[in-house]
């Protein structure tokens, strides 16, 4: 067993009310295809708001307009469509360039005209980043599209549009 100094040890956290740019970048809804394979987790809470529930999100189904805006396309019969429906809470965690992050985020429905999927705006209550020098995240959940990756590339760069569209009406709605 080896022994640390205290600085080595140490936890770097940074707490947001707005999107670094870096992630920004990434919740831009350019170059899908290079983004492929990170993925974030979306928690909410059941009916009885005990029990935590997570889907998993690609980057084809978040959209940052903004910077303390993500927009969210969910399947509109999904657990977390109904969840956030009823109360207006989430909170997203996913790795990004070695730190862990986590994003309370405050969700309204919006429209998005011929949207096949439900869509949210939600305004960002307060995000942080961990991070820790003795140790390097290297990633969080990760998948690789397979088969049909082209119509997968397809489908989010539509579910892109509408999720701007989305967030277009809720900025006017503002």
């Keep these: 067993m ?3 100094t205290g600085s080595q040890r140490a936890l770097d956290q940074q707490v ?3 999107w670094p740019i870096e992630l920004r970048a990434l919740f831009d809804g350019a170059a899908l295809a290079s983004k492929v394979g990170f993925t974030a987790s979306l928690l909410t ?13 690609g980057i084809g189904e978040l959209y940052a307009p903004d910077s303390r805006t993500l927009c969210i396309a ?12 009823r109360n207006g809470r989430a ?9 862990f992050y986590q994003v309370q985020l405050a969700l309204t429905r ?17 995000g942080e980043s961990q991070r820790v020098p ?3 995240l290297t990633s969080g959940i990760t ?3 397979g088969a049909g990756k082209d119509a997968v590339l397809e489908r989010w760069a539509q579910q892109v549009e509408w999720l701007k569209k989305a967030a277009g009406g809720a900025a006017a709605g503002r």
């Design 134 to 136: 003795y140790a390097r």
């Design 74 to 85: 969910l399947w509109p019969q999904s657990r977390a469509t109904q969840a956030i429906a």
């Design 45 to 57: 809470t059941d009916a009885s708001g005990t029990h935590l529930r997570t889907s998993l999100l």
């Design 91 to 99: 909170a997203l965690t996913f790795v990004f360039d070695e730190a």
């Design 16 to 18: 947001f009310d707005e």
């Design 110 to 126: 919006v429209n998005a005209d011929e949207a096949e999927l439900a869509c949210f705006a939600g305004a960002i209550e307060s």
């Design 143 to 145: 998948f690789e599209l």
């Design 2 to 4: 080896t022994s640390s």
